[in-house]
């Protein structure tokens, strides 16, 4: 499985994006698919997950209601809504693939080479 992250941009707190994952091949449909982000300095931390049905997501505390992460087994691409954006936000933006629908690193197989969001105050 490939993965191609995009949708990053520079934006002002309170406006939004939508970040997009494409992956390549059918085996994509089995996976689980996760968005984690990293900030200068800081460990790659988790921020949403979807089961490879769509039926189940699991989100981080500090993106609960803001962000919304979906897929499109058709078109083999996952998707992260953010709206409400903050300064906070601001991170290297990777999606991933894995077996379960897990919240760590290490549960993921496949990454995606990163998308830049920035939020500005």
């Known amino acids: 499985v490939q993965l191609q992250a995009s949708g990053g941009g520079l934006v002002q707190a309170g406006d939004s994006l939508r970040l997009s994952c494409a992956a390549s091949g059918r085996a994509f449909r089995r996976y689980a698919m996760g968005w984690f982000r990293q900030a200068p300095g800081k460990e790659r931390e988790f921020v949403a997950a979807?089961?490879?049905?769509?039926?189940?997501?699991n989100y981080a505390d500090s993106v609960k209601g803001r962000f919304t992460i979906s897929r499109d087994n058709a078109k083999i691409t996952v998707y992260l809504q953010m709206n409400s954006l903050k300064p906070e936000d601001t991170a290297v933006y990777y999606c991933?693939?894995?077996?379960?629908?897990?919240?760590?690193?290490?549960?993921?197989?496949?990454w995606g080479q990163g998308t830049q969001v920035t939020v500005s105050s």
């Open positions: 979807i089961s490879w049905s769509g039926g189940s997501t």
């Open positions: 991933a693939a894995g077996a379960e629908l897990g919240r760590r690193v290490a549960e993921y197989t496949y």
